[in-house]
C-alpha cells in the first residue's frame, strides 16, 4: 500500500474523533444550561471531566499529538529563556514610562500648536 491508503484511515478515525470532542464540548454547554437549577458545584464538575475527557479524545488524533509535541517544546524552550532580575525590569518599567510620558507632551504640544495654526487661518476660534 502507498502512503496516502494508509493514511486514509486515520484521517477518517480522526474526523470521527473531531466530532466527538464537539459533541461532548456541545454537551457540556447544553447541560449546564438544561441543569441550571442544579448546584453549580455539581454543573462545574461535570462540565470539567466533560472537556477533561474532550481534551483526552483530541490528542488522539494527528492533530492534537502534534499540539502537545508543540506544547512540550515550548514549555523546553521557556525553561532555557534568561529573565531580568527586578532591578532590570524595574528600570526598563521606568524608561518606558517616561519615554511614554515624553511623547505623549510632544504630541500634545504639536496638537496643540496645529489647533492654533488652522484656527488662525480659518479665523474659527473655540
Known sequence: MNASTENQPSGSLDSLKWGVVFFLLAGAVWGNYAYGEE???????????????????????????????????SRTEIRKVVWPTRQEAIQTTGIVLVATLFMSLLLWGLDSILFWVVGFITGIQV
Open 39 to 73: 448546584s453549580v458545584l455539581i454543573r462545574a464538575v461535570a462540565v470539567v471531566i466533560a472537556i477533561a475527557v474532550a481534551g483526552l479524545v483530541a490528542v488522539q488524533t494527528e492533530k492534537g499529538r502534534t499540539a502537545l509535541a508543540f506544547a512540550k517544546e
